[in-house]
């Protein structure tokens, strides 16, 4: 596909000339700028470096029934991270933040989510970001306007950072296997249909035994909290 095309060669543009130097990785406000990954993943360490830093991530849940179908359907696979990471559109790629940093970028993401408004997810089919990245997703075919907006504002102030790759929104079903169940997954999907509403996102921390847990959401309109996390301070 000529878009698939572009996306490559865009990507590996970008991951070439990532990496650049680490910037103000000294000041507590600011999220540690060094591309990790641009989705979720469970193989990194579960521990950062620096006792005082936590890893985190952003991103909108893909509500029931969807996320837990799919969820299996990626475990389905063999995909050994499916058990570890909720289904989900990724905004901020795991990050890593000094603990202190937390109460800011809490306040960072309640003013975002209080100035934004619901919009309408639609998936469609599969796409893949092979051969620059071994990623089979499933597409958003309509909203890629809303999680685009969203990820410059969450990747702004004290999230700021680079990125390995160009912002594309999808859903991760296999990730990291052998090329033939990732052809089959590409395939098995094909025809995968889902409408949804975004209320608003979370925030994730990857817990120290590598699993991915939300830990507060932010609900568009008036930034109440839904939910808050056992690992969060």
Avoid: N
């Avoid at 990790?36 to 509500?63: E, K, L, Q």
């Avoid at 809490?106 to 599969?126: M, S």
């Avoid at 958003?140 to 990820?151: F, K, N, P, R, S």
């Amino acid at each position: 596909m000529a878009a698939d095309a572009a996306l490559a060669d865009r990507a590996a543009d970008a991951a070439r000339s990532a990496g650049a130097g680490p910037g103000d990785a000294g000041s507590a406000g600011r999220a540690a700028e060094r591309p990790i990954s641009d989705t979720f993943v469970g193989g990194m360490a579960a521990v950062p470096a620096h006792p005082d830093a936590r890893t985190i991530g952003v991103a909108v849940p893909v509500p029931e029934p969807f996320g837990s179908w799919l969820q299996a359907r990626r475990a389905s696979y063999g995909d050994p991270l499916a058990g570890a990471i909720p289904t989900h559109i990724t905004l901020l790629p795991p990050t890593e933040v000094d603990a202190a940093a937390l109460g800011v970028i809490d306040a960072h993401l309640r003013g975002i989510a209080r100035g934004e408004r619901p919009f309408v997810i639609r998936l469609r089919g599969t796409g893949t970001f092979r051969p620059v990245s071994p990623v089979v997703f499933v597409t958003v075919a309509e909203g890629i306007g809303g999680c685009e907006h969203l990820q410059a504002r969450v990747s702004s102030g004290p999230l700021e950072r680079p990125l390995a790759f160009p912002y594309h929104p999808h859903v991760t079903i296999a990730h990291h296997l052998p090329d033939e169940v990732m052809d089959r997954a590409f395939k098995d999907l094909a025809g995968f249909r889902a409408d949804f509403d975004v209320w608003g996102f979370s925030l994730y921390q990857h817990g120290r035994d590598g699993v991915w847990r939300p830990q507060r959401d932010y609900v568009f309109g008036d930034a109440s909290i839904g939910r808050e996390g056992p690992d969060w301070p």
